[in-house]
């Protein structure tokens, strides 16, 4: 169970980006992914998500290759993504725009509600925002809304990217908070956070990636050791 991928291999541009990388994302895990400008984050989390076609490898779903499968069953799959570049829509509310990916995937207005309501548990902040535009909004702020829509599909799995960066204190420790609260509201949810410098995810994660030219090696906070999972020396 779980996702699972397997020898993955993705060039751009005529560059290899991600090597042979072979990890595991659990369900019920928070999964840090750190490296540096230019590592292959982004890339690892399009390659996921089904937006970059990996060269070989497989993205193995409960033993499913999913890897097969084009982009926009991603959310069908339970697959939530908040890009680097989260995109609000200004000419809608806050609340249209969380709804949205539920609105075009065609699920029900109960369920939207159920799930909103879930959601919102978790990130009681953004309650009284719901009816603003999505004009009206901070960058922070907008962040917050992203987190939100990206659970909205996500049920199994939401992919952050550098949801940390440029948040102001207050606001980066309110979105560590809603990310701890989701732990205990949403217990089977992987979440997937990218981040160049570790020191802003405030140890919410429960297992860090580390990425390097390519390479993904895995740390285990609770087994506190380092542990090669990828790479040439398997
Ligand atoms: N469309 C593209 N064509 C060619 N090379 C690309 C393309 N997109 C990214 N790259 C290269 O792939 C590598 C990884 O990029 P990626 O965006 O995944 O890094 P990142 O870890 O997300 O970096 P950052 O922290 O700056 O967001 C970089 O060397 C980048 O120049
Ligand atoms: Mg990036």
Aim: charged share 20%.
């Amino acid at each position: 169970m779980g996702l699972h991928i397997e020898s993955m291999r993705v060039a751009l541009g005529g560059n290899v980006v991600l090597r042979d990388v072979s990890i595991s994302l659990p369900q019920g895990d928070t999964v840090a992914v750190v490296g540096c400008n230019g590592a292959g984050k982004t890339t690892l989390l399009r390659s996921i998500m089904g937006l970059v076609k990996p060269v070989s490898g497989r993205l193995l779903l409960d033993g499913r290759n999913i890897g097969e499968e084009p982009a926009y069953l991603r959310a069908a799959a339970g697959f939530g993504y908040a890009p680097e570049d989260r995109v609000i829509f200004p000419a809608l509310t806050v609340a249209q725009n969380i709804a949205l990916p539920c609105d075009v995937q065609g699920v029900s207005r109960r369920e939207i509600a159920r799930r909103a309501e879930a959601v919102l548990a978790a990130m009681p902040q953004l309650k009284p925002m719901l009816q603003r535009s999505g004009a009206a909004l901070s960058g922070g702020q907008g962040k917050m809304v992203a987190l939100a829509r990206a659970l909205m599909v996500g049920t199994r799995y939401v992919l952050l990217d550098e949801p940390f960066q440029g948040l102001a204190p207050v606001l980066a420790r309110q979105y560590g908070d809603a990310l701890r609260a989701l732990r205990e509201s949403h217990p089977q949810l992987c979440v997937v956070i990218t981040e160049s410098n570790a020191s802003l995810l405030d140890g919410v994660q429960s297992l860090t990636l580390f990425i390097e030219r390519g390479y993904v090696t895995a740390d285990r906070a609770s087994a506190g050791h380092r542990r090669e999972i990828s790479g040439e020396g398997e």
